[in-house]
């Protein structure tokens, strides 16, 4: 397989924990709990990303006018052709330290209304495109300690080729990241630039339809080192050496799948021999919804499960218990798939859903059909349009943003949402306390390869197995977590010290 565990500093976030069996009793007891982190971040997060200093970038766009939060005196930004504020005094963008729950105001210039990500190699996020001044735009966020004072910068030197306004990033083995398709750009280009600069990606012209859905394309990076790009509802295997085609799988049924139809998609944890990789595509918004704006059209509720290295692949369908647009798929370092955020009726875009989906579900993919879905407990909040979900180092899932508004607006059915909320899975619930892995020692480095030891401490002794899995920080907007990656090690039996 391509990993990336010879680079020093990409946020891989190690997460070891002992497999047992449950039962679920009760439906009134449902599994996973709900905190408040913060009542009022001040800005609504369209994107959002995880550190390797354990802090957060929460994103959203440059022209939507004041946000709740204040930038630092003295760093304003101007903006001659901005239409609500020419001089803008507000931030759009925030540093959150989840252990702290404080926040930092962080300064943004240019527009980066759904935008795309993906972090670099050296642990840098790399913030690609958007609107109106930021089209072309390439940033980068270095990020430092929670009391330091690392702040977006707009690169001067490079931009995009083409413009890219929900487009989808995607590291790759050599550690170059490729930035694929968008509204209007039907090429794929890379960072940093290649030769050949944007390269004609027609796969993108035949899947778009009279609603587009082939916006911000789910792209998963094979363990042969080819890319699975899915867009509306078909699939390719692409080779980004050559720029070439490999394999056209089979249309997926149950209608568009992506932006502004979108459900999600994860890749499934990889492990064994690592040559396999499983693809899940969930949910979406029936045809036609977009274009007719009807905010009461069921959403779907199925679900297609794809080996993409078979050589014979197939869809698997299944039924979520819960029709779903705009939910998040979280690779959870158990290896299952938390599906959460989202409304059961309507459509992506502004005031165009309803019926908010407040029941996360978890997808045990290790079970037979028919059998993979669990309902949770369910939250109070609801995530729409521009809501995120992330996976933080500790094991919560980090909840934020929703703004289904072209501007801040709070005196509606479905406000613009400025609190950030966590989840916790039931591996983190109290009765599983004595059997929770605290992880005393690691390695700083680890080069590709290479083994290593990890001392861990537990209440009771160990009687089930002891899993080790590493997990990336992907770069969360509209639905997909692009670059997600969860890799289960192969580990030898565990030893008391």
């Not at 992506?258 to 040559?275: Q, T």
């Not at 369910?378 to 289904?404: E, I, K, Q």
């Not at 290479?450 to 639905?479: K, Q, Y």
Request: with cysteine.
């Amino acid at each position: 397989m391509e990993f990336f565990g010879s680079q020093k500093w990409l946020p891989l976030f190690i997460y070891a924990f002992v497999i047992t069996k449950c039962t679920l009793l009760a439906i009134a007891d449902l599994p996973g709990t709900w905190e408040l982190l913060v009542p009022d971040a001040g800005v609504a997060s369209m994107h959002t990303a995880v550190t390797r200093f354990n802090t957060v970038v929460l994103l959203d766009r440059t022209n939507i006018g004041p946000s709740r939060r204040m930038l630092r005196k003295g760093h304003c930004r101007f903006d001659k052709n901005e239409q609500i504020l020419k001089r803008d005094c507000y931030a759009h963008s925030i540093l959150f330290d989840f252990q702290t729950n404080q926040i930092r105001p962080l300064m943004i210039q240019t527009d980066t209304w759904c935008s795309s990500g993906q972090f670099l190699p050296d642990g840098t996020l790399l913030q690609t495109g958007g609107d109106l001044d930021g089209y072309k735009k390439i940033r980068k966020f270095n990020p430092c300690e929670a009391t330091g004072s690392c702040d977006w910068e707009e690169l001067q030197d490079v931009e995009l080729v083409n413009g890219r306004w929900y487009s989808t990033n995607q590291i790759l083995p050599d550690g170059t990241v490729i930035i694929v398709g968008g509204k209007g750009a039907n090429t794929v280009e890379y960072y940093p630039p290649r030769k050949n600069g944007a390269v004609s990606f027609p796969f993108l012209i035949d899947v778009e339809d009279n609603q587009m859905d082939n916006l911000y394309p789910y792209v998963h990076l094979l363990p042969n080192g080819h890319l699975f790009i899915f867009a509306n509802n078909k699939a390719v295997l692409y080779d980004h050496d050559t720029n070439k085609i490999l394999q056209n799988y089979p249309p997926l049924d149950g209608g568009p799948r992506n932006y502004p139809s979108a459900g999600s998609s994860a890749m499934l944890a990889l492990d064994g021999d690592f040559s396999t990789a499983v693809i899940v595509v969930c949910g979406g918004a029936q045809y036609g919804a977009f274009i007719d704006r009807r905010t009461d059209t069921p959403a779907h509720g199925s679900c297609g499960r794809i080996v993409a290295t078979s050589d014979r692949p197939g869809w698997e369908m299944e039924d979520m218990p819960f029709g779903r647009i705009m939910g998040d798929m979280v690779m959870l370092p158990t290896g299952e798939v938390l599906i959460i955020n989202g409304a059961q009726a309507g459509t992506q875009g502004f005031e165009l859903a309803s019926n908010p989906c407040l029941y996360p579900v978890l997808y045990r993919s290790d079970q037979p059909v028919g059998l993979r879905f669990m309902t949770l407990t369910p939250g109070t909040v609801a995530r729409l349009y521009h809501s995120t979900a992330n996976l933080l180092p500790d094991g919560r899932v980090l909840l934020a943003g929703s703004n289904p508004h072209y501007f801040y607006k709070f005196n509606a059915e479905y406000p613009t949402e400025l609190r950030i909320e966590a989840f916790s899975p039931e591996y983190l619930s109290s009765d599983r306390a004595n059997l929770r892995p605290a992880i005393e020692e690691i390695p700083e480095t680890v080069r590709y390869g290479e083994a290593f030891d990890v001392f861990v401490s537990v209440p009771l002794s160990v009687v089930g197995i002891l899993e080790v899995n590493l997990g990336n920080a992907p770069f969360a907007t509209h639905s997909f977590s692009q670059g997600q990656r969860l890799v289960k090690l192969t580990v030898t039996p565990s030893v008391p010290d």
